[in-house]
Each structure stands twice: as structure tokens, then as C-alpha cells.
């Protein structure tokens, strides 16, 4: 089956921070990266904020697994992007790794980004999602 998408066949897991920057008073407020992202065409799925409950959250993991496994069957390249800060880096990162590890599905380029980076903005974060970018 031949798929075809608008997109640029690449696909990031992504912290909640970067979509809901407001509700996260620790670390500087900005939702740059999100806009980088979607402007260059790249896929998109956001991690639940931290505070979910347990029972969603297992839901949240199994689906983005299910969809990280698919992606990468049709040859998407895919990334989790998550903030160093933030516990599990805002991906809940230990957990999705166990998930795809008892799926034999290889874990994604992983890039995550510091407080300080995130203060310095514009080119700084470009330069650092440059490997999602152009890869």
C-alpha cells in the first residue's frame, strides 16, 4: 500500500510543554518549538501533562506506541522531543521506551531540550531541532 501525506514523512513525540508552555510556571514560557515544527510539516503527537491518571496514562502509551510501531513500518523517521526539567523529560520517556522495547520496536532519535536553551530561543532551538528538521 502506497501512502501519501503532506507531510515530511517525519514524526516527533512531543512534551505537552511544547504545545501548553503556560501551564508549566518552572520553565520559560514559549511555544516556538511546536510552531517550528508544525511550519516545517512534521508530524505531531503530543504526551499527556503531567497529573493524568494512571489508567490514561497507560492508554496514552499503549496508542502512542501503536502509532510509533505503525509510522515506522511505512518508513516515517520518528523522534521524541522532550524537556530535561520535566520529569520522564515530559514524554514520560521510561515508560514509552519499555513499551517499544516489548513491541522489538527500535526507539527513536531522542532530543531533549534544556531550560536554558528554551530562554534562548530562535536560532538556538532550530539549531538543536535541526536533526529532526533535515534528517
Same mark, same amino acid.
Given at each position: +500500500? !502506497? ?18 508552555? *503556560?501551564?508549566?510556571? %518552572? ?16 508530524? =505531531?503527537?503530543? +504526551? ?6 494512571? *489508567? ?6 499503549? =496508542?502512542?506506541?501503536?502509532?510509533? !510501531? !505503525? ?5 516515517? &523517521?520518528?523522534?521524541?522531543? #522532550? ?5 520522564? %523529560? ?15 520496536? *527500535?526507539?527513536?532519535?531522542? =532530543? %531533549?531540550?534544556?531550560?536554558? *536553551?528554551?530562554?534562548?530561543? #530562535?536560532?538556538?532551538?532550530? &539549531? ?8
Amino acid at each position: +500500500m !502506497e501512502t501519501h501525506d503532506s507531510r515530511s514523512f517525519k514524526l516527533v513525540i512531543l512534551a505537552d510543554y511544547f504545545v501548553n508552555p *503556560q501551564s508549566y510556571a %518552572n520553565l520559560p514560557a514559549g511555544g516556538e518549538v511546536y510552531e517550528i515544527l508544525r511550519d516545517a510539516g512534521v508530524g =505531531i503527537i503530543k +504526551m499527556p501533562p503531567p497529573g493524568i491518571s494512571e *489508567q490514561s496514562l497507560e492508554g496514552w502509551i499503549t =496508542i502512542t506506541a501503536d502509532q510509533v !510501531e !505503525e509510522y515506522s513500518k511505512r518508513g516515517y &523517521k520518528v523522534f521524541i522531543l #522532550g524537556v530535561e526539567q520535566l520529569e520522564g %523529560n515530559g514524554v514520560w520517556i521510561d515508560r514509552l521506551e519499555r513499551e517499544l522495547q516489548a513491541r522489538g520496536v *527500535q526507539k527513536p532519535t531522542t =532530543i %531533549n531540550l534544556t531550560s536554558e *536553551q528554551l530562554k534562548a530561543g #530562535g536560532e538556538s532551538i532550530k &539549531k538543536t531541532l535541526s536533526t529532526i528538521l533535515s534528517g
